[in-house]
C-alpha cells in the first residue's frame, strides 16, 4: 500500500537547510543530492561534512552537480577527495548525453538545473534551493515530502545518473506522459529531448484549462510565445492573472530587460504584475505557479527560455488543494510586500525608457 503524500513547505533556504542537515545526519541507508549550484562555504561544508560522517557510517551517498553551476569544483581534487572519503561524485557536463561533448561547460543551455535530495528513499527535497551561503536569504520555495513521490524522486535522479555516465536510458522509463494526471502530487522533468517537456507541457495546459486565477512566481521571466499567449488570453476571459517577478535579478541587466519587454503585452490583457523587493540581498527566486485552488507547481523550472525549452528540469506538481492553498498563501504574502506595476504609469514612461526593451526583443528567445 502506497504511503499518503505529506510535506512542508519552507520559503527561505536557511529554514530549508536546517531541516536537510537535520535529515541527513539521521541517514540509514542512502543520500541522493542532484544540484546545480554548490558552493562548499559554511552550509555547503557542513553538508559535506554530515555526508561525510554518514558514509563512514555505510550509507551509500551520490552527489551529482551541474559543471557550469558548481563550476568552482569541475577540474579540481574534490572527485578523488570525496571518493577517498565514500563519497560518489558526477559533474553534469555532456551536451546530449552518450553522443558528444558540449565544448564550452558554462553553456547556459543543455544545464542539468534540477535539485533533487532523497534520503533513504523516504524523504524527498525539491525547490529553487541552491547551496551556497550567498543566498541564505533568498525567498525560494522548496518542499521536503514524505510519501508515494519519494520513489518517483529518486527514480528521476537514477536516470540522471546513468545520463551523466554517459549511459541511455530507455524512454519507456522515464516517460511520465500518461501519468502525470493520475496522481496527487507527482514529480515531473522537463528535458529538451523532442516530446520530453513535460512540465511545459502541464503549465500550458492548465492555463488553458484555468477559470479563475493563476498566480506566477518566477525570478527569470522571459516566456515562450506559446506559454505568453496562454496566459493572455486567460486573462483576457476573465481570469485573474498575477505574476511576481524580482525588482532586480541577480543576473545580468538583460534579464530585466527581457521580462520588462513583454509588460505591455500583460498588462493590457489584464494580467496584474508586481515587482518584488530587493532588500538586504533578499531576492525573489522561487518557482511556483497555483491556479484555480486545484492545481500547483513548485522546482528548480524557471519561466524562461532556458528553462522551459533547453535545460533539465524537475517539478512537483499536484492536485492536492491544500498544498495549492498553502502555496497560495505564500503567494499572497509576498505580493503584499511588491510594487505593482499600474498600464498606465507603464505607457507614460519616456520613450528613451523603452528602447533597450524593443531592442531586447531581437535576442530575448535565446534566454
Known amino acids: 500500500m502506497l504511503m499518503e503524500n505529506t510535506w512542508n513547505l519552507y520559503a527561505l533556504n536557511k529554514e530549508a537547510w536546517k531541516a536537510i542537515l537535520s535529515d541527513c545526519s539521521k541517514a540509514q541507508k542512502s ?30 551517498v551520490r552527489f551529482l552537480w551541474d559543471a557550469a553551476g558548481s563550476f568552482s569544483f569541475f577540474g579540481t581534487d574534490i572527485i578523488n577527495d570525496l571518493k577517498s572519503k565514500g563519497i560518489e561524485l558526477l559533474f553534469w557536463k555532456t551536451l546530449i548525453p552518450s553522443y558528444f561533448k558540449i565544448p564550452d561547460i558554462r ?16 524523504i524527498g527535497y525539491t525547490g529553487s534551493i541552491c547551496i551556497s551561503d550567498a543566498m541564505k536569504n533568498w525567498r525560494d520555495t522548496n518542499v521536503r ?19 551523466a555516465q554517459g549511459q541511455r536510458v530507455p524512454r519507456k522509463i522515464y516517460d511520465r506522459r500518461l501519468g502525470v494526471r493520475k496522481k496527487e502530487f507527482a514529480y515531473v522533468t522537463n528535458s529538451p529531448a523532442p516530446g520530453q517537456k513535460m512540465i511545459y507541457r502541464e503549465i500550458v495546459k492548465s492555463i488553458r484549462e484555468s477559470r479563475r486565477y493563476i498566480y506566477m512566481t518566477s525570478p527569470y521571466f522571459v516566456p515562450t510565445h506559446r506559454l505568453l499567449r496562454s496566459i493572455r488570453r486567460a486573462a483576457m476571459r476573465g481570469v485573474d492573472v498575477r505574476i511576481i517577478i524580482p525588482e532586480k535579478t541577480d543576473h545580468y541587466p538583460t534579464l530585466d530587460l527581457a521580462a520588462r519587454s513583454y509588460f505591455s503585452q500583460l498588462l493590457s ?3 496584474r504584475i508586481f ?11 522561487s518557482k511556483s505557479i497555483i491556479i484555480d485552488d486545484k492545481w500547483s507547481t513548485v522546482g528548480s523550472l524557471n519561466l524562461d527560455h532556458a528553462s522551459l525549452l533547453y535545460n533539465f528540469e524537475a517539478n512537483i506538481i499536484t492536485s492536492n488543494t491544500r498544498f495549492t492553498e498553502e502555496l497560495a498563501s505564500h503567494f499572497v504574502h509576498d505580493m503584499n510586500l511588491s ?8 505607457k507614460s514612461r519616456f520613450f528613451w525608457e523603452k528602447i533597450p526593451e524593443i531592442l531586447i526583443k531581437l535576442v530575448r528567445r535565446f534566454l
Open 145 to 163: 515530502m514524505e510519501g508515494a513521490v519519494v520513489s518517483d524522486m529518486k527514480d528521476a535522479f537514477d536516470r540522471m545518473w546513468q545520463k
Open 269 to 271: 490583457s489584464g494580467a
Open 275 to 285: 515587482l518584488y523587493p530587493n532588500i538586504d540581498g533578499n531576492l525573489i527566486h
Open 339 to 346: 510594487k505593482e506595476v499600474s498600464l498606465d504609469e507603464w
Open 31 to 60: 543520500i541522493v543530492l542532484e544540484q546545480f549550484i554548490f558552493v562548499s562555504d559554511d552550509f555547503g561544508q557542513k553538508l559535506i561534512d554530515i555526508c561525510v560522517e554518514r558514509a563512514k557510517a555505510g550509507v551509500k
Open 107 to 122: 553553456s547556459w543551455y543543455l544545464r542539468n538545473h534540477r535539485r533533487t535530495l532523497v534520503i533513504d528513499g523516504k
